[in-house]
């Protein structure tokens, strides 16, 4: 990022803000003391390491994060007060420290991390903290700084997007819906499983969750996974036509003495979500589709065309009544692969999607009003030694459904100023070829219909 990439966390550290400077032992202790000196306590005198002393905070590796123009970082927080990043290793002695040098990698000419209101512990700004502290110690602080910082770093991110897109539009002719997108993604949020608590009727269902490891909850992954590079290809095509959201169904084979859950084939629904009347029809024609192919029925897929590829709450519900519904009545053990694939999100890595295979574990018996715990499932990915006939006649026939959308991707815009959509939908699915190298060829006679019909 040329010479304004900083070197260390030192000169990180020198460039930052000044409202962190280190305090001795005996000035924190004369914090609690002090009365009427608000202004001094939340620009200068609370460091992380009075919220540790304090019980407000606790140690911990992978705590701190911050999240920032699509890019998400991860840092440790020491017994010191002073912040590891989980990257590189290197250590901050503040978060604002730590905020600066994170977002001049992604933006040079960041001047500041505001990292109070940018860094958060355990899934909540540190700011939030700030607060809670001066309440119980400073109660006739001046709060009005404190609200400034978290509103400073909204109001600052946000400009920096509409910045971004608006000199994109000036650059590259048709790049606003490419853009703008990056709105979408800044405002879907993860939050961890364990900030959630029992169920509430006024949470957003559409709020995204991240995905626990098996081991972070004691358990090991029941199941094998293997899924066919075939699968991954025609769904990725499927979620990248249109910037609505998709489903599909997964067939393949459950092997009991094994364990080996197979994923063979993919089954996008021509259908709209919203219309229930063709719905049962479809998926009608899909299981006469696997009983003919001799293949069961082990999992779905759907998209989140601009944002992470993460659960939301409303597929943690889905998930698990379609792993009830696999299940049976014999209460046998079949397991129900969920994919969730991330076309058009701005924090992906490069032009290929992310596509997350998840499973979701019941609560425990005595929490019975708790939400499923959405885990990541662990997935062998086996490549095909070619592209058959029935995977491109499934991409013929989604795009002569998608050919009169509305939501249909304008794929000669932009995705980024130097790639276009139709670039970027190629580049997606090169991650998926099979063994024979013809697949390209055939795979530009989809693409020019794809052209044809913009």
């Not at 700004?125 to 404190?146: C, E, I, N, R």
């Not at 364990?259 to 979500?273: E, I, K, M, S, Y």
């Not at 609560?363 to 715990?373: L, M, S, V």
């Amino acid at each position: 990022m040329g010479s304004e990439r900083p070197g260390s966390p030192q000169a990180v550290e020198d460039g930052a803000e000044e409202d962190e400077e280190e305090l001795s032992a005996g000035e924190e202790a004369d914090l609690r003391s002090s009365a009427g000196r608000g202004s001094l306590l939340t620009r200068r005198g609370i460091t992380l390491r009075v919220l540790l002393k304090d019980g407000l905070v606790e140690p911990g590796d992978g705590v701190l994060t911050i999240h920032y123009l699509g890019k998400n970082f991860s840092g440790d927080l020491l017994t010191d007060g002073k912040i590891r990043w989980v990257e590189t290793g290197q250590t901050f002695n503040s978060p604002s420290a730590w905020a600066t040098h994170c977002k001049r990698l992604v933006n040079p000419a960041k001047k500041s991390g505001c990292g109070w209101a940018s860094v958060r512990y355990r899934g909540q700004k540190l700011v939030q903290y700030k607060t809670t502290w001066l309440h119980k110690y400073q109660p006739s602080a001046d709060m009005s700084l404190v609200s400034e910082e978290e509103d400073d770093e909204d109001e600052e991110e946000g400009k920096a997007t509409v910045q971004n897109d608006d000199k994109n539009k000036n650059n590259r002719p048709g790049v606003h819906d490419a853009m703008v997108s990056k709105k979408t993604d800044r405002e879907r949020i993860p939050v961890r499983y364990c900030t959630l608590g029992t169920r509430d009727a006024s949470r957003d269902p559409h709020t995204l969750v991240e995905l626990s490891a098996f081991s972070a909850i004691n358990r090991f992954q029941p199941f094998n996974v293997a899924v066919s590079s075939n699968v991954l290809l025609l769904m990725d095509f499927h979620c990248h036509l249109t910037t609505s959201e998709v489903v599909g169904y997964l067939g393949g084979r459950w092997d009991t003495n094994t364990q080996l859950l197979t994923v063979l084939r993919a089954f996008p629904c021509r259908t709209r979500l919203a219309d229930k009347e063709s719905a049962s029809a479809v998926e009608e024609e899909i299981c006469q589709n696997l009983f003919m192919r001799g293949l069961s029925l082990v999992g779905w897929y759907h998209s989140h065309p601009r944002g992470p590829a993460l659960p939301s709450l409303q597929d943690i519900d889905s998930q698990m009544d379609h792993q009830l519904r696999l299940q049976g009545s014999n209460n046998g053990f079949q397991p129900c692969l969920g994919l969730i694939c991330g076309p058009y999100y701005h924090g992906n890595q490069g032009v290929a999607s992310t596509i997350t295979p998840f499973w979701v574990v019941p609560p425990a018996e005595q929490r019975p009003n708790d939400y499923g715990i959405p885990v990541a499932v662990e997935v062998t990915y086996v490549q095909d030694n070619f592209l058959t006939s029935d995977v491109l006649n499934e991409m013929m026939l989604l795009v002569d459904y998608y050919r009169a959308a509305p939501d249909l991707v304008q794929f000669q815009q932009f995705w980024c100023p130097d790639t276009t959509m139709m670039d970027k939908i190629k580049g997606s699915l090169s991650c998926h070829a099979p063994k024979d190298q013809a697949y390209s060829q055939i795979l530009e006679h989809v693409y020019s219909q794809l052209n044809h019909i913009q």
